[in-house]
Every structure is written in structure tokens, then in C-alpha cells.
Nanobody, 115 residues
Framework: QVQLVESGGGLVQAGGSLRLSCAAS????????MGWFRQAPQKPRELVSI???????NYADSVKGRFTISRDNAKNTVYLQMNSLKPEDTAVYYC?????????WGQGTQVTVSS
């Protein structure tokens, strides 16, 4: 089992910034991929950004140039720095821990961007 605890969500005005954190604990196996997905009301969950143990990253086109993902492998923690936030970034953001044959989700943290 892997437990994921997210923090850092909240309410921010358009153009503002937020930093999300996700700490993993339990049966952590390397290599792995950790990252962030989001789900807006009445929309499917979508990829935001992921990062491998080795530091390879992937971003959704909608957040490239605005969001930066990073991780601290010693702390099993992944971060998402979100700048230039837009109202369309409003969603519940879920942390994910991903291995080849299974994955775990965090409980989600709400990000609301007001116009």
C-alpha cells in the first residue's frame, strides 16, 4: 500500500500562483512515476504533469510554460509550482503514484482560480 497526502490547494486570483505538495509513504518502490492529474466538474480526470524517479517530465499542453513539476526522491515528495493561473485551471488536483502494473491516488486538493 502507498499513501499520498496532498497539500497546498486554495483560492487564488487569475494570474496568481500556488504550490502543491504530495508526500508518499508506505511501500515505495523505485523506479516510479509521480505526478498530478485534475478533474473539473462534469469533466473527466486529465493529466497535468508527471515526473519519473530519474527526473523525466511530461506536461499537458495547457499548462506548459506555466506549471513546473519537481520531486525530492529522498522525501518521496512531488511538487507542482503553478504560475499564471487561469480560471480554467480550477479543479480538484489529485496526486498519483504510478508503477507499471498499479497506481495509487491521493484524496485530492481543490484549486479555485477566480477571474
Amino acid at each position: 500500500q502507498v499513501q499520498l497526502v496532498e497539500s497546498g490547494g486554495g483560492l487564488v486570483q487569475a494570474g496568481g500562483s500556488l504550490r502543491l505538495s504530495c508526500a508518499a509513504s508506505g511501500r515505495i518502490i523505485s523506479p516510479n512515476t509521480m505526478g498530478w492529474f485534475r478533474q473539473a466538474p462534469q469533466k473527466p480526470r486529465e493529466l497535468v504533469s508527471i515526473i519519473t524517479t530519474g527526473g523525466t517530465t511530461n506536461y499537458a499542453d495547457s499548462v506548459k510554460g506555466r506549471f513546473t513539476i519537481s520531486r525530492d526522491n529522498a522525501k518521496n515528495t512531488v511538487y507542482l509550482q503553478m504560475n499564471s493561473l487561469k480560471p480554467e485551471d480550477t479543479a480538484v488536483y489529485y496526486c498519483a503514484y504510478i508503477r507499471a502494473d498499479y497506481h495509487y491516488w491521493g484524496q485530492g486538493t481543490q484549486v479555485t482560480v477566480s477571474s
